[in-house]
């Protein structure tokens, strides 16, 4: 069961970057996800009125809180550093963070995977790496780059380890994700606010017109991302962290996939590559 909820996980995020990657082409990217957000807690909040939910609350949601915090932030320095540096550089190496942290704190708990994982593991990671098109020529990277894609993804791994201590039940599950998303539209609308101060567009050309009409295609980014840190949290408590973060973490693949089946774009050697040893090292961490 928890390799089936990680790889939902891996699925849903596929998706969402996806999707979320679509809508920036026309729409500012911190609108999109303050947008998608409201709606995300939205429903939530519906669904945790709806189950009592509120019964659940407890000092484990400070968890959700920071994740909810650092989540935006995290973000927010991934899209500085993409725009700054080369993608291929960029990419990979936020991916990564999503495997590491969850690792290390696995293994501080004391998970010990057997051989077999541990291969399933390498094997998945250097897929992860591959699938997001690593770039290894060109002009060197600069400093503030690598620092901004590192801390992006310390915070994105973090918001992964943080989720799945949120909460043990699933009532308290959409409680903690309600939690998590409020205070992302909190952090991402402050962002959003002191962007538009700066003088920067906060609506896509055509106004409010465009975002109404991209409200169904930014529901689903905001629910898929939603659903993508539930399923994670529902692996996280079913079987190891170490294999549910690397499962969770093959999300690259899925985003790639899609962009070569609907959109027709071509996937580089390197990336062909890695989907092909991340579907190794899933088969490897299943068996294993």
């Known amino acids: 069961m928890s390799a089936l909820f990680a790889l939902a996980t891996s699925l849903l995020w596929g998706l969402a970057d996806f999707g979320g990657g679509l809508l920036t ?11 998608s957000q409201i709606i995300a807690v939205t429903v939530l909040g519906a669904i945790v009125v709806a189950t009592g939910g509120w019964s659940e609350a407890g000092p484990q949601l400070w968890f959700a809180a920071a994740a909810g915090v650092v989540g935006p932030a995290a973000m927010l320095c991934f899209y500085r550093a993409l725009a700054l540096g080369p993608m291929g550089v960029v990419s990979p190496l936020g991916a990564l963070g999503g495997v590491i942290v969850p690792l290390g704190v696995a293994l501080v708990l004391g998970e010990r995977p057997g051989l077999l994982q541990v291969s399933g593991v390498v094997v998945a990671v250097a897929g992860v790496v591959l699938a997001s ?15 901004l894609t590192l801390v992006a993804a310390l915070g994105f791994g973090s918001v992964m380890a943080l989720i799945a201590e949120a909460s043990h039940t699933l009532t308290g599950l959409f409680l903690a994700l309600f939690v998590q998303r409020v205070c992302n539209v909190a952090v991402g609308g402050g962002a959003l606010l002191v962007s538009v101060r700066r003088g920067n567009p906060g609506l896509p050309e055509g106004g409010m017109g465009v975002v109404w009409a991209s409200l169904p295609a930014l529901a689903f980014v905001g629910l898929a991302d939603v659903a993508a840190n539930g399923t994670y949290n529902l692996a996280a408590h079913h079987g190891p962290v170490t294999v549910a973060a690397v499962l969770a973490s093959l999300y690259p693949v899925v985003t790639a996939l899609a962009a070569r089946g609907l959109l027709g774009e071509r996937l580089r050697v390197v990336q062909a590559t890695g989907a092909g040893l991340a579907l190794v090292g899933t088969l490897l961490l299943a068996t294993g």
């Open 25 to 35: 082409r026309r729409t500012p990217a911190l609108t999109v996800v303050v947008v």
């Open 133 to 147: 098109g690593p770039q290894t020529g060109g002009a060197p990277v600069q400093r503030q780059t690598l620092l």
